[in-house]
């Protein structure tokens, strides 16, 4: 059906950078709202940022100013950059993408996760 898939995570020091890329595949019709939501441990999954297809973004108060996010439609990707990384920024990050598919059912897809690591 529709693959997620993730890259970019690592291990980066406090006040650095780093970038997330996702990429969509497979039966999509219509990709609507992509976004990004982190996991910490012992932690739900929460929002980091989204993005419509026509651009409009939305961020946690966390990141905001810190953190943004794009996307390109023709390629359904999107990516999160990440500047003044802090400790606490430390977690798994999923993409997430709100599609349409051939049957015409709107199902949210999720990746399978990647680490970002920023050491106190």
């Known amino acids: 059906q529709v693959q997620v898939v993730e890259s970019g995570g690592g291990l980066v020091q406090p006040g650095g950078s780093l970038t997330l890329s996702c990429a969509a595949s497979?039966?999509?019709?219509?990709?609507?709202?992509m976004g990004w939501y982190r996991q910490g441990p012992g932690t739900q999954r929460d929002l980091v940022a989204t993005i419509t297809r026509g651009g409009t973004t939305n961020y946690a108060d966390s990141v905001k100013g810190r953190f943004t996010i794009s996307r390109d439609n023709a390629k359904n990707a999107v990516s999160l950059q990440m500047n003044s990384l802090k400790p606490e920024d430390t977690a798994v990050y999923y993409c997430?993408?709100?599609?349409?598919?051939?049957?015409?059912?709107?199902?949210?897809?999720w990746g399978q996760g990647t680490q970002v690591t920023v050491p106190s």
């Open positions: 497979g039966s999509i019709v219509i990709m609507y709202d």
């Open positions: 997430s993408a709100d599609v349409v598919i051939p049957s015409r059912a709107r199902i949210n897809f």
